[in-house]
């Protein structure tokens, strides 16, 4: 049901945990199944993301796409961070089974929380990024869990 860089990554998850201080920090959740997740990045003056952790209270799929999210947006621009979407990080995954799909958007989603979080902090605004949701269930067609 999932590759083996999911269970990699659901295993063996990269960048748990918390940053210090962060320049940015993203919490998003569904109501509809109850997951969290939360991301922290650290920017740097040239807008450079040197670091990601990620804290996330969720199922297997959403630990293993908060895990290859933050590998993802690491050594990243901001610009280039934001084109880090839950495909981009599927496809990273080797895929995920459709049921499962929704998880990454969590990723996706913390990820544009926490840049909209250092965008306030430093009074900027960046290009192309809407304000993100805290639940990421809202608005969405009925789905089956
Ligand atoms: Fe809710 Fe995966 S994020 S089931």
């Keep these: 049901m999932y590759s083996e860089k999911v269970m990699d990554h659901f295993q063996n ?3 748990m ?3 210090e201080d962060a320049s940015g920090v993203g919490t998003v959740g569904n109501a509809k199944c109850g ?3 939360r991301i922290f990045l650290d920017i740097d003056d040239e807008g ?10 969720g199922c297997g799929a ?3 796409t908060s895990s290859m999210a933050t590998e993802m947006v690491k050594g990243k621009t901001i610009q280039e961070a934001l084109q880090v979407t839950n495909k981009a990080v599927m496809e990273a995954l080797d895929g995920l089974p459709p049921v499962k799909v929704h998880c990454s958007l ?3 989603e913390a990820i544009h929380a926490a840049l909209w979080d250092y965008a306030e ?6 290009e192309g990024l809407q304000k993100p949701k805290n639940d ?5 067609e009925e789905e089956q869990y």
């Excluded at 450079?48 to 209270?57: E, M, P």
């Excluded at 902090?121 to 960046?126: A, D, F, N, R």
């Excluded at 990421?136 to 969405?140: F, K, L, N, T, V």
Aim: aromatic letters at 6%; proline letters at 3%; glycine letters at 6%.
């Design 62 to 64: 959403a630990v293993a």
């Design 13 to 15: 998850p990269r960048n």
């Design 48 to 57: 450079i993301v040197r670091d990601a952790k990620f804290k996330t209270f």
């Design 136 to 140: 990421i269930s809202e608005g969405e």
């Design 121 to 126: 902090k430093h009074h900027i605004v960046i």
């Design 35 to 37: 997951d969290i997740m």
């Design 17 to 19: 945990g918390e940053i």
């Design 106 to 108: 969590l990723a996706e």
